[in-house]
């Protein structure tokens, strides 16, 4: 089943949803239109307890190539601020819901496009790709992508991609964390729903809570991080699908989720 949106296309594999960006003749540049249309999608996608992942790919040559800059000339304060708090929202949201997000990246992803593979909670890559921060030689530095980017890939890496602006390729890419698995470009859709379907296999509460729990604690230090992830497990122990998966194990059956 496949539904049509402004800027996006919207299809299901099963449990699994895939959000594809769909302005190939921009390079799927993210427009205040595009990234609230995203945004939608995604708050949608949440509400759906049929969807246990998404998978969030382009259309064309770019699987994006950051923001739309005829959007960023001779605007005004309040212009900025719809821009870039629309991408804010947009990154928040993908962090946000229960789903594990993955992004499948064909080709170039730069600047705020890179932003959107390092926000998503898994990435998978072509052979082709390349990623970029780019915006220092327009003037223009990529600050918020450096949010995502640096919890993904280090200090030292981030800041190297954020001063120069150069492009690193998917083995790179690979190898600095960004992306989880590189494979050969007509390989990549397939892959990215092997990883999809590998994770829609558990139950869809517990992955829900396992994700919010890995962004919380992510920033706390260690000590918090264990206090605050010991409650997340006795509340987990307590789910019913933690006591059907158990006794699935103990029992060498498949287990039978509730949700």
């Known amino acids: ?36 249309a995203l945004d939608g999608a ?7 307890n049929t969807c246990r992942v998404a998978i969030l790919r382009g259309d064309g040559p770019a699987f994006c190539a950051g923001h739309d800059l005829r959007e960023l000339i001779d605007g005004d ?38 932003q959107l593979v390092a ?5 998978v890559a072509s052979t082709q790709a390349t990623f970029a921060t780019p915006g220092v030689r327009i003037g223009l530095f990529c600050s918020t992508p450096m949010v ?18 150069d492009p690193i390729d998917a083995a790179t890419a690979l190898s600095w964390g960004l992306v989880n698995r590189v494979v050969a470009p007509e390989r990549l859709h397939e892959a990215a729903l092997e990883l999809a379907r590998k994770i829609a296999s558990s139950s869809r509460r517990v992955v829900g809570l396992g994700k919010a729990a890995f962004y919380a604690q992510i920033e706390m230090d260690a000590p918090a ?16 699908d933690a006591h059907e998966g158990i006794s699935a194990f103990l029992q060498h059956r498949a287990a039978r989720w509730n949700v």
């Open 42 to 48: 995604f708050r949608r996608i949440a509400e759906d």
């Open 119 to 123: 926000a998503c909670d898994l990435a």
């Open 225 to 240: 991080a264990y206090d605050y992830t010991k409650k997340v497990m006795i509340a987990n122990a307590l789910e019913p």
């Open 148 to 165: 995502a980017l640096s919890r993904a890939i280090g200090r030292k890496r981030a800041m190297e991609m954020l001063l120069t602006g």
């Open 77 to 114: 304060e309040d212009a900025y601020e719809a821009v870039f708090q629309a991408c804010v929202d947009l990154m928040r949201t993908i962090a946000g819901i229960p789903q594990p997000v993955i992004a499948e990246v064909a080709n170039v992803a730069t600047a705020a496009g890179c």
């Open 1 to 36: 089943m496949k539904a049509m949106q402004t800027d996006i296309a919207i299809e299901r594999d099963g449990e699994i949803a895939i959000i594809t960006m769909n302005r190939p003749e921009k390079r799927n540049a993210l427009s205040v239109q595009m990234m609230r």
